[in-house]
T-cell receptor
């Protein structure tokens, strides 16, 4: 079974631009979560989608948004990029999104904001 | 909300057994304990999960005492490829994934 895939793997943007990241979960997984990882803050939860609905949301500003499609694929968007948005963005999928579900992480998208 | 405390870093040598302890004093009755491993520039990878006593799989063992206020991940005979960050999480069979906190993890360095 194919793992979680994320595209693109690397991205360089400038301040003020917007960016869209894509995540394809493992086949059959209906929950997709997004995380931001930085050296200073560690791994922080952004949001979780299940059945095309945002079910959980972390403490991030409204510039961070996402959506999920009927095939469970998910995208996240960051508008008006700031230097502090430079990070590794990780997507994780799980069967139904319970806290105890094993989360399968993708390789991440490394975003650099100049 | 059950928070976890782990050592920031640990060093070991190849072939040794490594035990990483996680404290979770406020663990709830329904909470499970899960460990993940992360290599640089990769997403975390599930290692093991348990509720009480001992769980063993092909890569690790998880020891949980009766009071469940701590847990110990045991890696037998580590190799250089076990150098990574290890995260301990506690969570319930609920859908409140915004409550899951990875914390800072334990950075394990294995030397030859």
């Amino acid at each position: 079974k194919a793992g979680v895939t994320q595209t693109p793997r690397y991205l360089i943007k400038t301040r003020g631009q917007q960016v869209t990241l894509s995540c394809s979960p493992i086949s059959g997984h209906r929950s997709v979560s997004w995380y931001q990882q930085t050296p200073g803050q560690g791994l922080q939860f952004l949001f979780e989608y299940f059945s095309e609905t945002q079910r959980n949301k972390g403490n991030f500003p409204g510039r961070f948004s996402g959506r999920q499609f009927s095939n469970s694929r998910s995208e996240m968007n960051v508008s008006t990029l700031e230097l502090g948005d430079s990070a590794l963005y990780l997507c994780a999928s799980s069967l139904v999104g319970q806290e105890t579900d094993t989360q399968y992480f993708g390789p991440g998208t490394r975003l650099t904001v100049l | 909300l059950a928070k976890t405390t782990q050592p920031i870093s640990m060093d070991s040598y190849e072939g040794q057994e490594v035990n990483i302890t996680c404290s979770h004093n406020n663990i709830a009755t329904n909470d499970y304990i899960t460990w993940y491993q992360q290599f640089p520039s990769q997403g975390p990878r599930f290692i093991i999960q348990g509720y009480k006593t001992k769980v063993t799989n092909e890569v690790a063992s998880l020891f949980i005492p009766a009071d469940r206020k701590s847990s110990t991940l045991s890696l037998p005979r580590v190799s250089l490829s076990d150098t990574a960050v290890y995260y301990c999480l506690v969570g319930t069979p609920s859908y409140n994934t915004d409550k899951l906190i990875f914390g800072t993890g334990t950075r394990l360095q294995v030397f030859p």
